[in-house]
């Protein structure tokens, strides 16, 4: 089986294409670079003894991405180009609609035409309204996003819907991830954000290895029990597996759905901090600073969807995450490196 990986050379794509090389799989990455380097595909090769094939394209050239379907035989799309950092959707409005939902019109429209009508997308806890009331299940309301990069998740949810309506030979996972972290056991592929991360591993990991000289928590006056932010981080493994879970349960089952991928536990920022420095043993100086506009108090799944359909829950434990996200950045302070 053919699986074509949009986005598939950045953070959770390479570890995703790791699992579905060694699971027998051929996989066809299409990336245009613009937040990855080639280098951890170069090392997912390696990972695996695989080979697998590279395009250095743009998902909204419509016409490349038919062709790439076309001759590689495509059985199926995994969705993950798009950009990602909420404080710059903000800022950059129009490059965040036109690029995540301009661009997953244009697949949808060279998979219509190649005649690929199986799909698995990354959508975002995001995508919820704000709840007091945790674990959110699937069947939680979805909200009005707090910035354009939540808004263009949940605008492709409802147009991945109105596809398989018009359409019903399509089937189409719609996966919700909540907190993604850590990095392949190998310490090989892992989390390499341009600037200052967004996400609290890559941020903590580069504070502990003198890269940032403090972390900045935001908030420490929520009404959580340490009054900081409590999440759900998600093994970026486990979420990888739940890709091919998902992938596997959709082939020939048209319809449309919806998994929460998570791990149903939450932490606070403090806790996931304290964890990664007893397991790093590296200390991890830090600030309290101001609320970030649009945070949540606090965000939780609960995976029951995904266990009872798909079989998957997450195997690994915070601990894990922390000590394979600090193999990552001590084996790769600079990250890949662009290239
Ligand atoms: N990491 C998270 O915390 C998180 C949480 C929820 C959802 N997601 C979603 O999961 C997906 C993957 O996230 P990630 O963390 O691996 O991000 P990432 O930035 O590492 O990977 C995205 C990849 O898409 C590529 N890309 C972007 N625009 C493209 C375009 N127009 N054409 C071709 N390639 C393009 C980038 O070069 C990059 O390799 C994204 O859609 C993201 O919104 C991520």
């Not at 990855?36 to 595909?41: D, I, Q, T």
């Not at 929520?222 to 739940?242: F, N």
């Amino acid at each position: 089986m053919v699986m074509l990986l949009t986005g598939g050379a950045g953070y959770i794509g390479s570890h995703t294409a790791l699992v579905l090389l060694e699971a027998g799989y051929e996989v066809v990455v299409y990336d245009n670079l613009s937040n990855a380097s080639r280098e951890s595909l170069r090392r997912v090769e390696r990972l695996t003894g695989r080979t697998l094939t590279f395009i250095e394209a743009d998902i909204r050239d419509t016409a490349r991405l038919q062709k790439a379907l076309t001759d590689h035989a495509v059985d199926a799309v995994i969705h993950f180009a798009g950009l990602k950092a909420v404080g710059e959707s903000t800022e950059k409005p129009l490059a965040y609609y036109e690029n995540n939902v301009g661009g997953t019109l244009s697949l949808c429209e060279a998979m219509t035409a190649a005649g690929v009508h199986t799909l698995v997308f990354s959508s975002s806890a995001t995508v919820y309204a704000a709840s007091d009331d945790m674990p959110l299940a699937e069947t939680a309301p979805t909200g009005r996003p707090t910035n354009p990069y939540g808004s263009s998740k949940l605008m492709i949810e409802w147009i991945l819907r109105d596809l398989q309506a018009a359409q019903p030979d399509w089937s189409i996972a719609i996966l919700r991830y909540f907190n993604p972290a850590g990095a392949h056991d190998s310490g090989e592929i892992g989390e390499d954000p341009n600037g200052i991360p967004n996400n609290l591993l890559p941020y903590v990991s580069q504070v502990a290895i003198g890269r940032l000289p403090q972390l900045s928590v935001y908030g420490s006056d929520y009404p959580t029990p340490d009054g900081t932010g409590v999440r759900d981080y998600i093994h970026v493994m486990d979420l990888a597996e739940g890709h091919l879970k998902a992938a596997d349960a959709i082939w020939g089952q048209p319809g449309v759905y919806t998994w929460n991928l998570g791990a149903g536990t939450g932490h606070s920022v403090l806790d996931a901090v304290r964890a990664f420095e007893r397991v790093s043993g590296r200390e991890v100086p830090y600030r309290i600073v101001d609320r970030r506009p649009g945070d949540l108090a606090q965000c939780w799944a609960n995976p029951q969807k995904a266990e009872t359909d798909l079989n998957w829950r997450c195997r690994r434990s915070l601990d894990d995450i922390m000590a394979d996200a600090w193999r990552w950045q001590s084996q790769n302070p600079e990250g890949y490196g662009r290239d």
